[in-house]
């Protein structure tokens, strides 16, 4: 046996489900489709916090920070259109996920959404971890049958006790980078 195997042997393996345990701010979001330049849905500095529990638990809330508030906070008294525009900056949903160490990908089985299409079904997401940063890839057939992937970049936050960045800038101003 050489030196590198008994080295590699005596080194921790780290799984990527505990690493992806813990919270994290999004940074980026960007859908790119083949044969198209690549789009930001949610602008230059989305919004977002995605949760892995150890126990097997997501929650995924991203939105668009520069979505207009309504006059009234009685969501009752919204009108289509309002609600609407609320609908196009955001994504949100918490349900199970499953992650496939061998292919490097996570799996969302979101059990309650904001879009109904959600729930019930399996999301793929390969993932790639460098430090305190997540990239989460998904890739999709847009309605035109064009392929495309979406492409999510995140931040580790701090201890539970720490206050959530819910954008980039915030992380910077708290020495994240």
Known sequence: MSHLERLSMSMPVVSIRSVLVGVWALNSYTDITQGASAVQPFGSRPAG????????????????????????????????????????????????????????????????????????????RHVAITGDRLTLRAPYTRADRTKATSCLEWSRIGGASQQAPFTLSQLEDQGVS
């Open 49 to 124: 916090i995605l949760i892995y529990t150890s126990d097997g638990f997501v929650s995924a809330q991203l939105m668009d920070p520069g979505r207009v508030s309504s006059d009234s906070v009685k969501w009752d008294t919204w009108s289509p259109e309002e609600y609407e525009a609320f609908g196009r900056g955001y994504i949100g949903y918490c349900g199970r996920y499953d992650v496939d160490e061998k292919h490097a990908t996570v799996t969302h089985l979101p059990s309650v959404a904001f879009l109904p299409n959600l729930v019930g079904h399996r999301h793929l």
